[in-house]
């Protein structure tokens, strides 16, 4: 096969694909906004009203104007008279006037006149009668000065009204929801999941419940991308483990096309005689296979293919091979589709414990497993490689991110500062 021998680098084949892309799915759906976590919004969310729609207090305390407690300190201290308590969840009745203070718990709404709030711990009851009226009558001694909007959230502090608080394309997480809560959105329109089907093939592929006869191997690729295609945004919807027949492979593949946004063929990526993946691809429309082989490790026999405008990745059978190449290129599609702000990759700064070799002009990605480093002042972590070969599936079980060892480089050294993409 031709393309095989042209060996692209990973950003400029992913590019290449996503290019050929349709623009993200135009269908949307209203839900809960209790149950969008994870989701993409499908629309700009205006704010409607003001946030927070009152004074409040952040702290314990006092209700005072700033004014009436210029020059207070602990040698020389201002005296102010109480006049009421600030109940919670409602307007208070009075007003503070000169010389007059409120005690006001947190979230407390300002009275007016008030304009700053002295934290508790620098008040003390200097005067106090014995009933309930006398108390209410008492002389504060207030020990510090607050500035005039010191400790208060003014109206519209947070979001004023009709200001645009989260964008089209936003990912949903968790301050999000709380977000909406607090503006009284309880549903919003979020982006249709992605769905995304998947292929196994190989006459040495079965089930997973199944014993394996000497020679066969149980599904796992199935699972392992499924699982991440559904962290990633989308729906896996599975297509069973088909024969190495073309024409059974191209049914198959057909079938998912068209029901799919995404399709997922894993093994038959190789240069093998007896792999179809490619020739299947290009049947199944315009313009094809697109890349055939990338320049990186491991992975390099995968497959980038666009279809009548959807986009088909064959991805190597190895599981540590596919599983990282579906994070390379099979989530990247996922987040086009879904129309979702670009955002940065989790990732860490640590420091790699061995020499690592690398063949000039390949990206290579290592699993690595991160360990506390105390002794450094500079990071956190200790990067320590985990080797083993592409077909080991624990070997990125026990990872904890993968290291990207640049194609410029013939290789990393001990000790050096490394970036590691957390899984």
Not at 168 to 176: F, K, M, N, W
Not at 366 to 384: G, T
Request: hydrophobic content about 40%; proline content about 7%; overall charge negative.
């Amino acid at each position: 096969m031709p393309e095989f021998l042209t060996l692209l680098p990973p950003d400029e084949a992913r590019d290449l694909m996503l290019s050929h892309l349709s623009e993200p799915i135009p269908n949307s759906e209203r839900i809960d906004v209790i149950s969008s976590l994870s989701r993409v919004l499908a629309e700009d969310i205006l704010a409607p009203h003001a946030l927070p729609d009152f004074q409040r207090t952040t702290v314990d305390g006092y209700a005072v104007r700033a004014g009436d407690t210029h020059g207070a300190t602990d040698s020389l201290p201002a005296y102010l008279t109480l006049i009421g308590e600030v109940p919670m969840g409602d307007a208070p009745t009075f007003e503070i006037g000169e010389g007059q203070c409120a005690l006001i718990h947190t979230g407390g709404m300002l009275p007016n006149g008030a304009d700053a709030v002295v934290m508790l711990e620098y008040t003390q009851i200097a005067r106090s009668g014995l009933s309930p009226e006398q108390r209410m009558q008492s002389e504060i001694e207030i020990s510090r000065a607050v500035a005039e909007g010191e400790n208060v959230i003014r109206i519209g502090e947070d979001v004023a009204q009709g200001q645009l608080v989260l964008l089209r394309g936003t990912l949903v997480r968790p301050a999000e929801v709380g977000g909406l809560m607090a503006l009284g959105i309880t549903s919003v329109n979020v982006v249709r999941r992605v769905e995304v089907g998947l292929i196994s093939t190989g006459d040495e592929v079965i089930d997973p419940g199944h014993t394996p006869r000497p020679g066969q191997v149980r599904d796992i690729n199935s699972y392992t991308l499924g699982a991440l295609i559904e962290k990633g945004g989308g729906v896996a919807k599975g297509y069973g483990i088909v024969s190495d027949q073309f024409e059974a492979l191209k049914e198959a593949a057909a079938k998912a096309l068209s029901e799919c946004d995404v399709v997922i063929i894993t093994a038959g990526s190789s240069a093998s005689t007896r792999d179809m993946t490619a020739d299947v691809i290009r049947s199944l429309g315009e313009p094809g296979v697109l890349v055939h082989g990338i320049n990186t490790r491991p992975g390099k026999p995968t497959i980038l293919g666009v279809c009548s405008g959807k986009a088909v990745i064959g991805l190597p059978g190895n599981p540590v091979s596919a599983l990282v190449n579906g994070y390379l290129f099979v989530i990247p599609v996922i987040e086009k589709l879904l129309g979702a702000l670009p955002k940065p990759r989790a990732t860490v700064q640590a420091m790699l414990t061995v020499n690592l070799p690398s063949q000039a002009g390949r990206e290579d990605w290592w699993p690595v497993r991160l360990i506390a480093n105390r002794k450094s002042e500079i990071v956190n972590y200790d990067a320590d490689p985990i080797f083993g070969k592409s077909n080991l599936i624990f070997t990125l079980a026990s990872a904890d991110g993968l290291l990207r060892i640049h194609p410029d480089a013939t290789g990393l050294s001990a000790g050096e500062i490394v970036e590691v993409m957390l899984l």
